[in-house]
């Protein structure tokens, strides 16, 4: 790690620290203000002093909770991903100093202190760290501070990774070389480049690689002081910690896996079963509105029906709004549809056409901002899907999945997941499954809030959509 990003990195504290004593005293500056004051006069006896012998333990509170959020983690972050962990990290900050100030029977006297207090420190903290994290991306931009990667494997996963380095500077990774395996001549090269302060990073992007191969490339990074990643296999053994039992003297190791087990799976059911019966009754004006529309350009069915595969593999009734003509579902199977549009997708389990002729206008609106998928809120108030999981495909597409590609089906499918918000529709099928496979075995509250709120995100900006 350079110097320069653990500077920056030890500066997140303090800083932060500051900003909630700054959006505290904001809060009690305006509280007092004379503009404020004259339609609602102060009722209750508090001095700057008093306030800030509360302020400064409650800033320690909030900073605490921070980092048990991850908000101090050295490793590069997107500025949209740094901006949504600090809105909720915020949120979860008040909402323990409020349970503190509860249990403890010391309620604060001004409420509008509070709320401005929380609004103030959002704001000021998302100034402070999103300045910080722009000057940081625009010296590594002019070479400050940046890695120097040097990439093994001639992989498509490494011809990406490469481009994906050049195509964003502002991360700080440089490729300084790139070959398809680890040799002798490799490592003399690595060594000039290690002399001439042109390699701090060895990625060994090559699944396939021989042991010994990954072993000589461990051992060089261990020599020359290099730090050493490696891209993880398509379906890699489970990340999951182990849990180990005895029966009869005899210790017996299970390898879990999802976290989404026990009262993980209570937590996320009663989630979702609050969540949706909100998002149902909110949103039940646009539906009657979207089924209006339906109706009248095509008539027919309002809903599209059709059996998707669920957990463990159990078929469920998947209901969209319908966005094609009537039976536009058989035509994928008709060789002469399939000959004159073809299907970009060939060679997947998975049928797709970007410029689908068999959607409607109404359908290509209600597609284009996701409000096809209205319907399937109720399918998670019934149980058989899930507001956060990996997508539900077509029984003839499970059918086609690779032994590995089926541990999707280990938990429920979900409206939106990790693949949504990062790519939707543009994303290799191998890729939808990677972040599939990463959520199941990572799965935490914190992962489902994150993926909830850059959904919305990812609509607007009509990312990969179809």
Request: no cysteine; charged share 20%.
């Amino acid at each position: 790690m350079k110097r320069i990003d653990l500077a920056f990195a030890a500066l997140f504290v303090p800083l932060d620290y500051l900003m909630l004593l700054l959006a505290g005293t904001a809060a009690y500056a305006l509280r007092f203000a004379p503009v404020f004051t004259a339609f609602r006069p102060v009722t209750f006896e508090l001095s700057f002093s008093e306030f800030l012998a509360l302020v400064l333990p409650i800033a320690a509170i909030y900073i605490l909770v921070f980092s048990l959020s991850g908000l101090y983690n050295i490793r590069p972050r997107s500025i949209p991903g740094e901006a949504v962990r600090v809105i909720v990290a915020s949120a979860a900050s008040i909402a323990v100093v409020l349970a503190i100030a509860f249990f403890s029977r010391e309620l604060f006297d001004s409420r509008f202190i509070v709320l401005a207090a929380w609004v103030f420190s959002v704001v000021f903290l998302l100034v402070e760290r999103l300045s910080l994290r722009l000057l940081q991306r625009t010296l590594r931009r002019f070479g400050y501070g940046v890695q120097y990667v040097a990439v093994i494997g001639k992989t498509k996963n490494a011809n990406e990774l490469v481009a994906y380095f050049g195509e964003h500077r502002a991360l700080g990774y440089v490729t300084s070389y790139h070959t398809a395996h680890f040799n002798n001549d490799t490592a003399d090269r690595l060594k000039r480049l290690k002399n001439e302060n042109k390699l701090d990073l060895i990625l060994l992007a090559n699944t396939e690689a021989e042991r010994s191969e990954v072993t000589s490339i461990k051992t060089f990074s261990d020599v020359e002081h290099t730090s050493f990643m490696y891209t993880a296999d398509l379906f890699p053994g489970s990340t999951l910690r182990p849990i180990v039992f005895t029966f009869g003297g005899s210790p017996v190791i299970e390898v879990p896996k999802t976290p989404l087990d026990g009262w993980g799976a209570i937590y996320k059911r009663s989630f979702d079963i609050m969540v949706s019966l909100l998002l149902i009754i909110a949103t039940l004006p646009l539906q009657l509105l979207i089924g209006l529309a339906i109706f009248i350009e095509n008539p027919g069915p309002i809903f599209f029906t059709i059996k998707r595969v669920g957990m463990r593999g159990k078929p469920f009734p998947f209901m969209k709004f319908r966005s094609m003509i009537k039976n536009a579902h058989k035509l994928r199977f008709d060789p002469k549809f399939i000959e004159k549009y073809g299907n970009e997708r060939e060679g997947t389990p998975l049928f797709k056409l970007a410029d689908d002729p068999r959607v409607t206008r109404v359908g290509r609106f209600i597609r284009k901002w996701s409000l096809d998928e209205i319907p399937q809120f109720y399918a998670v108030f019934a149980g058989s899907m899930s507001l956060v999981g990996p997508r539900p495909h077509l029984p003839e597409e499970v059918a086609r999945y690779k032994p590995g590609e089926r541990r999707v089906l280990t938990i429920k499918p979900g409206i939106s997941g990790l693949s949504q918000i990062s790519g939707r529709a543009n994303l290799d099928f191998e890729d939808e499954v990677r972040l599939d496979m990463y959520y199941i075995e990572n799965w935490s509250p914190w992962l489902d809030l994150i993926i909830l709120i850059k959904t919305p995100i990812a609509v607007l900006f009509r990312k990969g959509a179809y």
